[in-house]
């Protein structure tokens, strides 16, 4: 049972100064009961049809919480859920993070909304509204480049073998995929060696990429993939390098924010 007790609040509480009307100097609410918040939530992109759905809830009452559950609606509070997880009795103040495998609906390349929420009716809470938040999760391409999937030849050759291997992880085809070869971590104009372009990659599909780059590349290679059209679900996992034995460095400039 849910431990809450009234907080007052007076005003005179000696009636030090005369009024026409001394009831109303005094208010009371509830106080001290437990109170569940999600802090986070938010979606990751996994592999093809399924996300990560990571959420962080916090007890920011004063007593101990049951344990409840935690649930992803579709796209509302009304709509139907789609997974849930049991969340544990917490203690005032403490947290749990939590983080389901899902496999969304299929879908078209797109954005989609799903709302988490925590207790919706299991016990007794100080404050509600603070028991849900939206979440939203995307569908379509996510190229990714391995640091198994690279083979090169000796960097101090004059003409220098490399063989990328790149996989579609998302459920919806990749379309104007792009990959560049460069010889250092700037990735600029000046350091590009070889692209390779090819008009689509099918969801959940693999390519091979074989080019010969000119050397002797003594920082290695770096290799970028992505959609020429933006839709890749995420970047992260878009650039893999093979180093070469030198100590190559670059200029990073950051913003002066203070003294």
């Known amino acids: 049972m849910a431990a809450f007790a009234p907080l007052y ?18 208010a009371a609410i509830r106080a001290f009961g437990p109170d569940l918040a999600i802090i986070e939530t938010y979606a ?36 139907a859920v789609q ?10 103040g ?5 983080t389901t495998v899902w496999e969304h609906p299929t879908a078209p390349a797109g954005v989609y909304d799903l709302m988490t929420v925590v ?7 100080l404050d509600t509204t603070n028991n849900a938040a939206p979440l939203a999760y995307g569908v379509g391409p996510d190229l ?38 460069y ?35 003594a920082c290695g290679v770096y290799v970028q993939a992505d959609t020429q059209n933006g839709a890749d679900l995420q970047w992260g996992n878009n650039l893999i390098a093979a180093h070469g034995g030198a100590i190559c460095t670059t200029n990073l400039y950051l913003p002066v924010v203070g003294r």
């Open 144 to 181: 990714a480049l391995s640091p198994y999937g690279i083979e090169t030849g000796s960097f101090s050759a004059a003409t220098v073998p490399v063989t990328i291997t790149i996989t579609n992880l998302g459920s919806v085809a990749a379309e104007d995929v792009a990959v560049a070869f």
């Open 44 to 79: 990751e992109p996994y592999r093809l049809d399924y996300v990560f759905l990571n959420t962080v809830i916090q007890n920011i009452g004063a007593s101990t919480t049951p344990s409840t559950t935690l649930a992803y609606h579709q796209a509302t509070l009304t709509g």
């Open 119 to 125: 207790n919706e009716h299991d016990f007794e809470e």
């Open 183 to 217: 010889k250092d971590w700037s990735l600029s104009p000046n350091a590009l060696l070889a692209a390779a372009t090819f008009p689509i990659l099918p969801a959940n599909a693999t390519a091979e990429i074989a080019v010969a780059l000119p050397g002797p590349l």
């Open 94 to 98: 403490a947290t749990f993070t939590t």
């Open 83 to 92: 997974s849930s997880t049991e969340a544990p009795p917490l203690a005032a």
């Open 9 to 26: 609040v007076m005003a005179d509480p000696g009636n030090q100064i005369p009024e026409d009307n001394e009831t109303d100097n005094q």
